[in-house]
């Protein structure tokens, strides 16, 4: 299609399409069912090679250079910058957050399909790299931040069991207690 376009034209053309592929991505990313980011979904499965997020710590650095990056704040407010709140509610939403982010910029890394469909090799070649380049950061970020979050979830939830624990265990010794006493 855009193959015999002179190559203004066609980059003109391909940051138009590339804007409203994006534009049309977020507003479906906005407009889901916040089920369909559930972290338990294949999508947002930890992969072996990942290690628990190590990967993206050791190899990647991502430490040095993710708080770089700038972030949207969701339709909500809901800003990932740093946890204000360490329910599991709180907790939850983050995670459900971090699939919706990574499932936009993957999304949007799926527009090569149509730039190699519409242009030539080259062209589609070097969009697909910027395509990749403005994207994978940030679905990478998206994670790096899920494992870890998994990972206090998990904390804060064997805390709150073992203080249950503690508090059925007093209850129980002063149910005894009284008991004797009777």
């Known amino acids: 299609m855009l193959r015999d376009q002179p190559f203004i034209n066609a980059l003109l053309i391909n940051l138009l399409l590339g804007a409203v592929w994006h534009y049309a991505t977020f507003f479906l990313c ?8 559930d972290a338990n979904r294949r999508m947002y499965q930890p992969h072996k090679w990942e ?3 190590k990967f993206y710590s050791d190899v990647l650095k991502i430490n040095r250079w993710k708080d770089f990056l ?3 704040i969701g339709k909500d407010g809901f800003s990932k910058d ?3 709140d360490v329910s599991i509610e709180y907790i939850d939403e983050f995670i459900m957050e971090t699939c919706r982010g990574e499932w936009n910029h993957t999304v949007n890394c799926m527009f090569t399909i149509i730039l190699f469909i519409i242009n030539n090799f080259l062209m ?3 969009l697909s790299l910027l395509l990749f380049i403005g994207n ?3 679905a ?3 994670r790096y931040n899920r494992f870890r979050l998994q990972k206090l979830r998990k904390t804060i939830v064997r805390k709150m069991e073992r203080e249950s624990r503690k508090l059925n265990m007093t209850a129980e010794k002063q149910a005894d207690c009284s008991a ?3």
Do not use: C, K, W, Y
């Not at 906005?30 to 980011?37: E, Q, W, Y």
């Open 180 to 182: 004797v006493e009777n």
């Open 124 to 126: 589609a070649l070097v």
């Open 140 to 142: 990478v970020i998206q």
């Open 30 to 37: 906005v407009s889901i069912n916040t089920s369909a980011f």
């Open 51 to 53: 290690r628990g997020g």
């Open 136 to 138: 994978m950061p940030f």
């Open 70 to 72: 700038p972030q949207h």
């Open 82 to 84: 740093h946890i204000d």
